[in-house]
């Protein structure tokens, strides 16, 4: 995780995890982000490791994205607004 950050800051961490293991990542952090849907057979989300602060989440490059999946646009959007109410 560390070195994707340093490596990469422009870039949201993104998985599809498998329902059994939504809540471990949930506790360290990640954020589930639309409907749950199979794969594999198996149950699956979508979770993602936003940034913790303002400038992070403004220079994602999902942002910009005009093919990126909806649901993780408006979550990131939503968190912006968030951000920008703590000011």
Not at 15 to 24: E, L
Not at 78 to 83: C, D, L, T, Y
């Amino acid at each position: 995780e560390d070195y994707a950050k340093l490596k990469f800051p422009s870039y949201l961490p993104a998985m599809h995890a498998q329902k059994s293991a939504i809540s471990f990542y949930e506790k360290i952090g990640w954020e589930g982000i639309g409907d749950e849907f199979e794969e594999a057979g198996i149950v699956h989300k979508v979770l993602v490791l936003p940034p913790n602060d303002l400038e992070s989440l403004r220079g994602l490059q999902i942002l910009e994205d005009k093919d990126a999946n909806k649901d993780i646009k408006q979550f990131l959007e939503n968190e912006i607004i968030r951000h920008q109410k703590l000011l």
